[in-house]
């Protein structure tokens, strides 16, 4: 979404939400583009800052994933532990 600074600064709070939900926020001023908003996450993501295993598995990075995982149907094989 692109905003024009007075309109940007009159509904703040909708630009807020809309790059807390993922949607980078560009503000233009005279048609030029002078700033984005983004959400910290991505931010954060942008300046290599460190991220923590947990903060990894709760920002859900496999659920656009595709896995494609080759299984096959054969029994496993005997093993003699008598020895």
């Known amino acids: 979404m692109r905003w024009q600074v007075q309109e940007a ?7 807020l939400r809309a790059a807390e939900a993922g949607e980078p ?3 233009t001023k005279h ?12 931010y ?3 300046r290599g ?4 295993f947990m903060d ?3 920002a859900e990075p496999w659920v656009d994933a595709n896995f494609d995982v080759d299984r096959t149907s054969d029994m ?3 093993i003699d532990l008598a020895g």
């Open 56 to 58: 990894y598995l709760r």
């Open 76 to 78: 496993p094989r005997e």
């Open 31 to 42: 048609g030029d583009e002078i700033a984005v908003v983004i959400d910290m996450e991505s």
């Open 44 to 46: 954060r993501r942008l």
């Open 9 to 15: 600064k009159q509904r703040f709070s909708e630009v």
């Open 25 to 27: 926020q560009i503000v």
């Open 49 to 52: 800052e460190a991220t923590s």
